[in-house]
């Protein structure tokens, strides 16, 4: 695998293996009962050409996992970072077992892809017999999913079973595709505003903290689920005093989710916020903090652990309104 220098280099065609992301399925008659009380999405209105951002929380609302929600002949899927999906599956199976649902890690048989370029394109097309043309719409056979990503829009997801992975990892070695690590993939998406939790920061932030309703991942009047009422009141009563921040270092530094940053005012550095997401290029290292929401740009930021750099902030490609 090949890490670049920056995102600016990246190359026409290429292919992440998501070697740090799993794809845990629901299947049985209640799945869509069982998930529209689990979900910040109306799971009941998913149709199955579509995938949503979703959120899914305890009942104080602080997020277990986010995921991308989408469909597979008759299961539903979510896909999410290996570094939440323990304790999001051991809360979905917490419940699940008062519902006629099978919930399953499908690891061991689904495998993922993030891929760009003309070429997997084409690989995509006569997998499937078309792309997906619009943000979060979705193509489905018996090989697998593929989704169009709403940020960035050029990238598309591959969730393939087992044949159809072999398939593809032997049309990229026939093709010479760039093969890149997964901090590629983390760096696209911190640098579209895509937070996600792992580790540290499970079950630590309300969604709206790491705006998930600003990529429509929260349907505010769809009903009870798991953490509704303080999702509800984080937004009707002004609750939310926080909101995820996008930011660049031009050089490799080592950064933890967890870790925290801090911000600079008239009388020298304080806390300012906690990295929920980083990846590390070779020229260049991104993270996403949950910052106070009334941050402005011009305020400087840094790293406690790294308080020689400066942290550039980077504008986020949608209204947090």
């Known amino acids: 695998m090949v890490t670049p220098e920056t995102l600016d280099s990246l190359a026409a065609d290429y292919v992440i293996p ?17 998930l529209q009380g689990q979900l910040t999405v109306n799971v009941k209105k998913l149709d199955e050409q579509t995938a949503r951002h979703a959120a899914h929380c305890d009942f104080k609302g602080k997020t277990w996992s986010l995921s991308s929600v989408y469909r597979w002949h008759d299961e539903i899927w979510l896909t999410m970072p290996k570094g939440c999906a323990e304790s999001s599956l051991e809360q979905l199976k917490k419940y699940g077992v008062f519902s006629k649902v099978e919930i399953n890690d499908r690891a061991d048989d689904v495998t993922l892809f993030a ?15 078309a792309l997906p043309d619009a943000g979060l719409s979705t193509l489905q056979n018996d090989a697998g999913v593929v989704v169009r990503q709403d940020f960035p829009s050029d990238q598309l997801l591959l969730a393939l079973h087992t044949d159809a992975a072999a398939q593809f990892q032997q049309w990229m070695s026939d093709n010479s595709v760039t093969e890149y690590a997964p ?19 499970v079950n630590e932030f309300v969604p709206q903290m790491m705006n998930v309703q600003a990529l429509n991942g929260i349907d505010f009047n769809k009903g009870c689920y798991m953490g509704q009422e303080v999702v509800a009141r984080t937004r ?5 005093k926080r909101a995820g921040y996008v930011f660049c270092i031009p050089q490799a530094v080592d950064v933890n989710v967890g870790d925290t940053v801090e911000k600079e005012l008239e009388n020298g550095w304080r806390r300012g ?3 929920i997401r980083k990846a590390q290029l070779k020229e260049q290292t991104w993270f996403m903090a949950v910052l106070p929401n009334d941050t402005e740009s011009s305020t400087q930021h840094r790293l406690a652990s790294s308080p020689e750099l400066q942290s ?3 504008a986020l490609p949608y209204n947090l309104e």
């Open 115 to 129: 891929v760009s370029g003309d070429k997997t394109a084409q690989w995509v097309i006569d997998v499937f017999g």
């Open 183 to 201: 901090d590629v993939y983390e760096a696209l998406a911190i640098k579209h505003g895509i937070a996600d939790v792992s580790g540290a920061v």
């Open 312 to 314: 550039c902030f980077t």
């Open 273 to 275: 916020g906690t990295v």
């Open 236 to 240: 009707y009563l002004g609750k939310n």
């Open 18 to 34: 998501l070697t740090h992301y799993t794809v845990l399925s629901i299947a049985g008659e209640q799945r869509d009962d069982y």
